[in-house]
């Protein structure tokens, strides 16, 4: 099967890793120059710099053989676009990456129909998954930021790791933590997180699911 | 969509006709490019977003217009207008030949202004035919 992947970012690189340990014949087309040449190398020479919005791109990339042309960049609007012309060159499969949820619709009204879309994968695994009653809303602060606790279980992901090793969503910060003996302290450098612990964070209302994701974990096997 | 020195133009032109003209642009700054005359609106926001398209009335809009500087942001829109909202009548600003050429295959009215300016400096050009 000859797969092309248009986007050599992140999910480009990765996903032309694993068809390459496969028996697949793969071709990354990355726009930027410096990136092309990066992943080049990693990807055994199977990435071409160019624009895959370009026609006579993907004709050059032998589009007319492909099998499945999998539209991978951060722009919708791009991925739309190389959908549209790897069909009206007769692709038999499309498939796009849609960074705007909202926009599968535009991809489904086009024929478009295999869509991926990390945010709502992600947000379907916290609606159902994750427990609720594990974060605690502590107040309300100003300009839409909130106070929660959040009681460390022995299956955190953040436990044994220091606060500085914790992904938090934007404007999301660890305030205090109090161990299991009661005993409050800073968060610092040397802070090991400690199933038990209580920690006080400040979040926005819109981060919370992704914060529970972080701190709690659940979304099971999830990678992007 | 797109206040640029074609979009401007448009839209004054069919105010002056008196036509009901709705102009989007992403920078607000765009907008002094339009006529002191015009009477119509002018929105800021993206018009690749389906919620500021119907804010800005694609649901009554008879004809659609794409000019900004993207050809993919240019037809990502015009689709959103075209199928999302049942616009008729939608005009695909195309800088690439090529992908004007499969836009217009898609259902959109589309136009080069590439391959329209070469035709026209050719044109100016005595004896630029077959040698």
Known sequence: ?224 | MGCGRTGAAIAGSLDRDGHQVTVLDLDAGQFRRLPDSFGGRMAVGNGMDAEVLERAGAREAAAFVAVTQGDNRNYFASQLAREIFGVKNVVCRTKDPERGEIFGHLGLQTYSPTSAGAEAILAMLPGSGPA
């Open chain 1, 1 to 224: 099967m000859y797969v092309i992947i248009a986007g050599g970012g992140k999910v480009g690189y990765y996903l032309g890793r694993e068809l390459l340990s496969g028996d697949h014949e793969m071709l990354v087309i990355e726009r930027s120059a410096s990136r092309a040449a990066e992943i080049n190398d990693l990807l055994e020479g199977t990435v071409q710099q160019g624009d895959a919005c370009e026609a006579s791109v993907l004709d050059g990339a032998g589009i007319a053989r492909a099998d499945l042309v999998a539209a991978v960049t951060g722009d919708d609007e791009d991925n739309l676009v190389v959908c549209e012309i790897a069909r009206y060159r007769g692709v038999p499969r499309v498939l796009a990456r849609v960074n705007n949820p909202t926009n599968a619709l535009l991809f489904e009204k086009r024929g478009i129909e295999t869509t991926v879309s990390a945010t709502e994968a992600i947000l379907s695994q916290i609606e159902q998954e994750l427990p609720v009653t594990s974060m605690v809303p502590v107040m309300q602060l100003h300009q839409g930021l909130e106070l929660v606790e959040v009681r460390l279980s022995e299956t955190s992901p953040v436990v044994g790791r220091t606060p500085r090793e914790v992904l938090l969503p934007p404007e999301s910060l660890i305030a205090l933590i109090v161990d299991s003996g009661g005993v409050p302290r800073v968060p610092g450098a040397d802070t090991t997180l400690t199933a038990g612990d209580a920690l006080v964070v400040v979040t926005r209302a819109e981060s919370k699911g992704m914060l529970q994701e972080a701190l709690i974990g659940g979304a099971h096997g999830f990678d992007t």
